[in-house]
């Protein structure tokens, strides 16, 4: 089977036989459809920068060798499953690799420099189209190979049933029996037949902080995320819905989350100079925020706003083994972490996270940057944090009027001046004292690192 494939400008139209591609559809399209998460802990913005950003992980010296070579294959078998080009066997072309993110997916093009954000259902409306069209090209076709393809083609649906909770949760195969009820795996995950490919609250909440906790405490959350009912948010979702109606997603994640901070302080009426109050606009929203308590965990909030739990914020008021509270246990960091997950309530429901969020885990990193930025715009302005700047004697009273006025912590206030238009009037010493408080505060939203 032959046929032609229009590629863009320069490049010469390309024939080969098609059935590599019907293939590899086939055999990958439980990963296509239901994988999100990387192979190896690092967080690129999108899937065609994972091999750099390995890269770079390895060569930093602080790995043993064993562990580099397990990386290595776990994030070539990642790019196989993922890569289309990786379809065609024994000819060269341009990578074009689409990972899913909620309710979108990440497409990449390294050579062409191109990433996009694409709709969910445009791209598995389009690879269904495709994969249909191959095999009904080698449908009656006497070759063993072509009648191996079809056959795992049609039975896509089955296969892809049969690793929904392993592929999104990531979690190994003993740790999922131990996390299992008495019932069928998928029924334990609330899963529904007539839709495997959607996520649930107790799959996301269990991806996103595999590799962030212990079994005792994924457990506990698990079953905490279960006791929480559904509840109705006329009030958020009003506002969600027409900021979704207004919002652009272009621009670098940064510059979205503070378009996003900026449209809500409009919608609220209040002025910049005016503190935002984030516990008590979730209260208003009826959006239920409560403790939970995971000892010796680094996750700071979990948050489930599907179906069938939620919306609801869990904030992490456990005690490490020094006894000293964790991130969202103060005031400061608890307004910071609010503040985020409001940024995810309004708009990434329908877009990366459309069940729910765990602060300190493994969150798209797309959809992380715009939050921490939102949050870190809607709690002090930057507009405010360079007035201060012009108009006090001093940097240190400057940051100190601001700390008391907003509520923030001394380190959003830095990175929040640092990145604010009065940030070049300042001395070599005043711009090196803003540098210093940034770095004693590694929890706080790295806004001046968001643009790469």
């Known amino acids: 089977m032959r046929g032609n494939c229009d590629i863009p400008d320069r490049l010469n139209t390309l024939r080969w036989t098609w059935l590599d591609l019907l293939e590899f559809l086939a055999r990958n399209w439980p990963w296509l459809v239901l994988e999100e998460s990387y192979p190896i802990p690092v967080s690129p913005l999108f899937p065609?920068?994972?091999?750099?950003?390995?890269?770079?992980?390895?060569?930093?010296?602080?790995?043993?060798?064993?562990?580099?070579?397990?990386?290595?294959?776990?994030?070539?078998?990642?790019?196989?499953?993922?890569?289309?080009?990786?379809?065609?066997?024994?000819?060269?072309?341009?990578?074009?690799?689409?990972?899913?993110?909620?309710?979108?997916?990440l497409v990449s093009c390294p050579a062409?420099?191109?990433?996009?954000?694409?709709?969910?259902r445009e791209?598995?409306?389009?690879?269904?189209?495709?994969?249909?069209?191959?095999?009904a090209a080698v449908e009656n076709s006497p070759e063993p190979r072509a009648k191996l393809a079809h056959e795992l083609w049609q039975q896509r649906s089955g296969r892809l049933w049969a690793q929904v909770v392993p592929l999104r949760t990531g979690l190994e195969p003993a740790w999922l029996d131990g996390l299992a009820g008495h019932t069928a795996a998928n029924d334990d995950w609330e899963i529904d037949p007539k839709q495997p490919d959607a996520d649930t609250e107790?799959?996301?909440?269990?991806?996103?902080?595999?590799?962030?906790?212990?079994?005792?405490?994924?457990?506990?959350l698990l079953q905490r995320l279960r006791a929480v009912p559904p509840s109705r948010t006329p009030a958020l979702d009003a506002f969600s819905t027409q900021l979704?109606?207004?919002?652009?997603?272009?621009?670098?994640?940064?510059?979205?989350?503070?378009?996003?901070?900026?449209?809500?302080?409009?919608?609220?009426?209040?002025?910049?100079?005016?503190?935002?109050?984030?516990?008590?606009?979730?209260?208003?929203?009826?959006?239920?925020?409560?403790?939970?308590?995971?000892?010796?965990?680094?996750?700071?909030?979990?948050?489930?706003?599907?179906?069938?739990?939620g919306p609801v914020i869990l904030l992490n008021q456990a005690a490490d083994q020094q006894t000293e509270p964790v991130k969202p246990a103060n005031l400061y960091r608890e307004r910071s972490t609010l503040a985020h997950e409001i940024c995810h309530l309004l708009i990434d429901r329908e877009r990366a996270l459309p069940v729910g969020e765990v602060l300190g885990g493994r969150v798209p990193e797309y959809a992380k940057k715009r939050a921490r930025a939102?949050?870190?715009?809607?709690?002090?302005?930057?507009?405010?944090a360079a007035s201060a700047i012009y108009t006090s004697a001093t940097l240190t009273a400057?940051?100190?009027?601001?700390?008391?006025?907003?509520?923030?912590?001394?380190?959003?206030?830095?990175w929040q001046m640092t990145n604010s238009g009065a940030f070049a009037a300042l001395s070599s010493e005043e711009q090196a004292l803003l540098s210093k408080i940034k770095r004693a505060g590694d929890w706080l939203p790295q806004i001046a690192a968001l643009s790469d």
């Open 374 to 384: 939102f949050a870190a715009e809607l709690l002090l302005p930057r507009e405010v």
């Open 48 to 105: 065609g920068s994972l091999r750099r950003e390995a890269e770079h992980r390895w060569e930093s010296g602080d790995l043993p060798e064993a562990t580099i070579d397990r990386e290595d294959e776990a994030v070539y078998r990642f790019l196989c499953r993922h890569d289309l080009a990786m379809a065609l066997k024994g000819r060269f072309v341009p990578s074009l690799i689409l990972m899913r993110q909620g309710h979108q997916y």
């Open 202 to 220: 107790l799959l996301a909440a269990a991806r996103m902080s595999t590799g962030h906790i212990s079994f005792d405490n994924q457990r506990a």
């Open 123 to 135: 791209i598995i409306d389009t690879l269904n189209a495709l994969g249909d069209r191959l095999a």
């Open 398 to 414: 400057a940051i100190a009027q601001l700390q008391q006025r907003f509520q923030v912590s001394r380190e959003l206030t830095a």
């Open 244 to 309: 979704n109606s207004d919002f652009s997603e272009t621009g670098r994640p940064f510059e979205q989350g503070y378009w996003l901070a900026n449209w809500l302080r409009s919608a609220l009426s209040l002025a910049p100079d005016e503190p935002a109050h984030p516990a008590k606009l979730l209260k208003q929203w009826g959006v239920a925020v409560d403790p939970i308590s995971l000892p010796q965990c680094a996750l700071e909030a979990i948050a489930a706003w599907g179906p069938r739990h």
């Open 112 to 120: 062409l420099g191109l990433n996009l954000l694409r709709p969910y």
